[in-house]
């Protein structure tokens, strides 16, 4: 199998193991739809071998650990079960460490896939396959992301409790982002965003509109615009205002993402995401092909494509502005090459806001540049003190396969 590739399992006991030149710990997470474990209790281990339809059975060191999935068994409600392995050893990475997964029939030991995650390097821990139910049916996909804090940080990034870390140290000042009070802004800027730790007034009275008589299309760094004139064809680093009218636009917005292969004939796998960020840039959740549906189902994704082929979006994040949670108010749209090809064998990116009710498009951005890196920051939408909502083209290369190496990128661009 190859990085985001998925089968149909005809089996309904499946067995992964998990080998490597070193000793690994392996361990399986029970999701729900939201990403989460229900309780601590869905996190199955060494020290926890067996949870609801799902175990755990230690190699010994002679033999992999595995992780064995009985989907029949496995609690209405649950719709992952992911299988993560770190180096048994503090502090060792996969560097130089190939581990592959061996999928195979749990009561005949037939094999089914066998998968090994390219490129690996300091990350200490990986979610290496999972097993999903997509439609009524279970399937096997592999997955080889990273982390490089760990087991832990994979165990705290699908909710589980992580209590043998010391506690931060308090210090509530130092911690704040720095957010000194500003001078007046010149009268051609924004007003600082609230939930960029500016105030909760208006520094500078609202940004005139610039050129009255200008089309829906500006330069780089040209002041905001609104909908008033229809569809806007955005530059890199130019902003739109979410309204029509002087009235709020709607609640509910799709962001359609497309490519194609820039040499005819080769398929090129990308990946779109969307990161949410509360009011000082604080990560909140990312939603990608691995976790479809974010912040209560606010924040949905269509689901993964592999190829770019065909025209039209190839993946669509839908965003109920009106349910989203009243902390969320900065969305950062990603696209990533999680089999490592690079943005120069991609031609004709682009990321499009639609209205989801009428299907109109609404506001598109072009990406005109390419640079050898795996990961793009599209675009953002951010919140404003008045409730309305902006969005703002980025187009910002970044080296990353996955989207979690784009959470920090993502924070410094808003």
């Not at 199998?1 to 070193?22: E, F, I, K, Y």
């Not at 500003?182 to 007034?201: D, R, V």
């Not at 005139?208 to 680093?237: C, E, T």
Request: proline fraction near 10%; aromatic fraction near 6%.
């Amino acid at each position: 199998m190859t990085p985001g590739s998925n089968l149909p399992l005809n089996t309904a006991r499946v067995t992964v193991d998990v080998a490597a030149p070193v000793r690994l710990d392996v361990s399986g997470l029970l999701l729900t739809a939201d990403g989460k474990v229900r309780s601590d209790a869905d996190f199955i281990f060494y020290n926890q071998p067996s949870g609801p339809g799902v175990t755990y059975r230690s190699g010994g060191g002679s033999a992999p650990d595995s992780i064995t999935v009985d989907t029949a068994a496995v609690p209405p409600g649950i719709e992952r079960i992911v299988v993560t392995a770190s180096p048994d050893a503090a502090g060792q990475t996969f560097q130089g460490v190939e581990p592959t997964a061996t999928v195979r029939d749990a009561v005949g030991g037939a094999v089914i896939a066998t998968f090994t995650p390219p490129q690996l390097g300091n990350e200490t821990a990986l979610v290496v396959v999972e097993v999903y139910q997509r439609g009524g049916a279970w399937k096997v996909r592999a997955v080889g992301q990273g982390y490089a804090d760990g087991l832990a940080g994979i165990a705290t990034d699908f909710g589980v409790s992580v209590e043998d870390e010391p506690a931060p140290v308090a210090a509530p000042a130092p911690v704040a982002p720095p957010a000194p009070p500003a001078p007046p802004a010149p009268p051609t800027q924004h007003a600082p965003s609230p939930w960029l730790g500016g105030p909760t007034t208006p520094a500078a009275p609202p940004v005139p509109q610039a050129a009255p008589s200008a089309p829906p299309v500006a330069a780089p760094g040209a002041g905001k615009i609104n909908l008033d004139k229809g569809r806007v064809n955005l530059q890199k680093n130019q902003t739109v205002s979410l309204v029509k009218g002087g009235r709020p636009l709607l609640s509910q917005v799709k962001m359609g993402l497309g490519w194609e292969p820039a040499f005819r004939g080769r398929d090129i796998d990308l990946d779109a995401s969307v990161i949410a960020y509360g009011p000082q840039r604080n990560h909140l959740d990312s939603c990608y092909f691995g976790k479809l549906s974010i912040l209560n189902g606010s924040i949905k994704h269509s689901g993964d494509n592999l190829t770019g082929e065909g025209s039209g979006d190839d993946e669509v994040i839908v965003v109920d502005l009106g349910r989203l949670p009243a902390d969320a108010t900065g969305l950062v749209f990603t696209v990533n090459s999680f089999s490592g090809q690079k943005f120069s064998e991609v031609a004709k990116a682009y990321c499009r806001l639609i209205d989801a009710a009428s299907g109109e498009e609404l506001v598109r951005f072009d990406l005109t540049g390419a640079e050898p890196q795996t990961g793009v920051m599209m675009a953002k939408l951010i919140k404003q003190f008045s409730g309305e909502w902006e969005m703002t083209a980025i187009g910002d290369f970044v080296k990353s396969r996955t989207v979690r190496g784009m959470v920090k990128p993502g924070s410094q661009a808003l």
